[in-house]
């Protein structure tokens, strides 16, 4: 699969974020997808099994920790690298994410849309299916 076809599940509760990075992924050729609750997240990446997840962690009906705790039990999604993208700055949840298993932990505020698409095709080469 050519990386450029790669599918983005974005977790974001807030459209208009959500809207954006869809709009900068989907430009660069990559299939971007969104689910704007915990809950919904969890069953697109079921359904969609995409290559990487951008996750929010306060998100509506489950936060971002369970959401990917949900992914991380299921064998099938296990694999699939979690990028947290959220404006949470606290040491504790930037060492719970990566504990967990995230292959990154993003703050918003810091990265432009741009920089989050440099991250995704970074993480995207080193975890080619």
Sequence with gaps: MPESKAKILIIEDDKMLSD?????????GYQAIQA???L???EKTKTEKPDIILLDIILPQM??????EEI???KELENIPILFLTNLRQEEDVKKGTAMGAVGYLVKASFTPAQVLDKV???LKQYKK
Excluded at 20 to 27: R, T
Excluded at 63 to 68: H, L
Aim: net charge negative; no cysteine.
């Design 20 to 28: 954006m990075y869809s709009l900068k992924f989907n430009e660069e």
């Design 36 to 38: 704007f609750t915990g």
């Design 40 to 42: 919904e997240g969890v």
């Design 63 to 68: 936060d971002g920790f369970q959401v990917m």
């Design 72 to 74: 991380k039990k299921n």
């Design 121 to 123: 095709k970074e993480i």
